[in-house]
């Protein structure tokens, strides 16, 4: 029974992995393909790869989550809770996604975690979850916004002089680029986040092997994220790309930029997990401002802001009810 719940959630996890993939896939290729510099398919399929690579470049991270959220619990009680927390999260990504909300599969996770793990009475790390998850949820929108504001004011300076369909020749052309590098940073930070919850399984079923990720845990999860990922996520590509501001590719090479520059810094540097969601928003609400403060349809940015505060508490209401009835089920 334990090695078959040990299964059950480890391939629950992984399906959260997919939803994941094809929820976020948007947010590394949604400015490029709604300024064509790529092809849906072909943005597509650069995304899958570089997620792919990019679940290798690190493991902060996968320690945050596994280690710094909540006790590790024990037992079969333990592995209820970490299933509810898990399936809480795939039931709000595929929620938001049907919505076409670009809400953070993130927060879902920690939301479900949190969730699950009051109503299992686990002990939640309440600083880690303050420190790590609530400071940079609040936090890495701002610097986006910002940044992206600033980036593209430099770019209109630099370029002032410049021929404008040469130089938006030259930025779709950069997008590639700039595309791959977010797209990258959506692997080190997205990837990671599931390997820790796949660890954190694995302790529960064994408490004496230690927190270290196998090689195998690594590839099952960067192999899930693009599989996820190709399978495209056309609903919310359509809010990122064009609802809230039509970008052209100079813009969009300003967003995506800021956004990857966020995902490395916080991923290196502070091993927090932070939203690629709410990083390209936010940057994308940045770069529209220089064009205008009119020129981003601030209505639907607030629907989209209003989603990211409802995220946390919607999947960790929902983890929870689920831990109720998986405990009902099976005592």
């Given at each position: 029974?334990?090695?078959?719940a040990l299964?059950?959630t480890i391939a629950?996890?992984l399906?959260f992995t ?5 929820h976020?896939s ?11 510099a790529l092809?849906?398919k ?15 470049l690190?493991?902060?991270v996968a320690q945050t989550?596994s280690?710094g959220l909540?006790a590790?619990?024990t037992g ?6 970490l299933?509810?927390?898990l399936?809480?999260a795939?039931?709000?990504n595929?929620?938001?996604w049907?919505?076409g909300?670009?809400?953070s ?16 009475g686990t002990?939640?790390?309440w600083?880690g979850v303050v ?7 609040f936090?890495s ?8 504001y600033l ?5 209109l300076?630099f370029?002032?002089r ?6 938006k020749r ?7 680029i700039s ?6 940073g959506?692997?080190?930070q997205?990837a990671?986040?599931t390997?820790g919850?796949?660890?954190?399984a694995l302790?529960?079923?064994d408490p004496?092997?230690?927190?270290g990720i196998?090689?195998w845990v690594k ?6 994220m693009?599989l996820?990922?190709?399978a ?5 590509m ?5 609802r ?6 100079p813009q969009?090479?300003?967003?995506e930029?800021?956004?990857a ?8 540097l502070?091993k ?9 928003t936010?940057?994308i ?12 349809r601030?209505g639907?940015?607030k629907?989209?802001?209003g989603?990211?505060?409802i ?6 209401l929902?983890?929870?009810l ?5 405990k009902l089920?099976?005592?």
């Amino acid at each position: 029974m334990d090695t078959f719940a040990l299964v059950v959630t480890i391939a629950v996890a992984l399906f959260f992995t997919y939803t994941n993939g094809f929820h976020d896939s948007a947010n590394a290729i949604a400015t490029s393909v709604s300024t064509r510099a790529l092809t849906p398919k072909a943005a597509l399929a650069m995304a899958a790869v570089m997620n792919l690579l990019g679940a290798f470049l690190g493991q902060g991270v996968a320690q945050t989550v596994s280690q710094g959220l909540i006790a590790t619990p024990t037992g079969q009680h333990g592995m209820a809770v970490l299933f509810a927390a898990l399936a809480g999260a795939v039931v709000w990504n595929l929620t938001t996604w049907y919505f076409g909300l670009p809400s953070s599969s993130s927060h879902a996770l920690f939301g479900g975690l949190v969730g699950a793990a009051l109503a299992g009475g686990t002990a939640v790390h309440w600083n880690g979850v303050v420190d790590k998850v609530v400071v940079p949820m609040f936090l890495s929108p701002v610097v986006g916004l910002l940044v992206g504001y600033l980036i593209m004011l430099a770019i209109l300076w630099f370029f002032r002089r410049a021929n404008p369909h040469k130089a938006k020749r030259g930025f779709r052309i950069a997008q590639t680029i700039s595309a791959a590098a977010m797209a990258l940073g959506h692997g080190l930070q997205d990837a990671q986040k599931t390997m820790g919850v796949v660890v954190l399984a694995l302790v529960i079923n064994d408490p004496g092997r230690g927190f270290g990720i196998p090689v195998w845990v690594k590839i099952v999860c960067a192999v899930m994220m693009s599989l996820g990922t190709y399978a495209g996520g056309w609903r919310i590509m359509r809010t990122l790309g064009r609802r809230i501001i039509e970008l052209d590719p100079p813009q969009g090479f300003a967003a995506e930029t800021t956004s990857a520059g966020i995902l490395y810094t916080t991923a290196y540097l502070f091993k927090v997990p932070v939203s690629t969601t709410h990083v390209i928003t936010s940057a994308i609400m940045g770069v529209g401002a220089t064009k205008r403060v009119k020129a981003v349809r601030w209505g639907v940015a607030k629907n989209i802001v209003g989603g990211w505060f409802i995220t946390m508490p919607a999947a960790g209401l929902v983890a929870a009810l689920l831990f109720w009835l998986v405990k009902l089920a099976f005592g």
